[in-house]
């Protein structure tokens, strides 16, 4: 019985460490792609932040 648990735990984990590993993926990707949409726009972290705003006004 104890090692069902123990191998619902490592599923369970490993599932929460490939959707986090996703996000993060899928979040730089945004970033990356926002950052090279207007060559003419400023760099730097708040350039960043600022082309995802516009991203998400459409």
């Known amino acids: 019985?104890?090692?069902s648990t123990n191998t619902t735990r490592r599923v369970r984990t490993t599932a929460v460490v490939v959707l986090i590993a996703a996000a993060v993926?899928?979040?730089t990707t945004v970033v990356r792609n926002s950052s090279h949409a207007d060559t003419s726009a400023p760099t730097g972290p708040v350039a960043h932040l600022r082309n995802a705003v516009e991203l998400i006004r459409g």
């Open 1 to 3: 019985m104890q090692s």
């Open 25 to 27: 993926w899928a979040g």
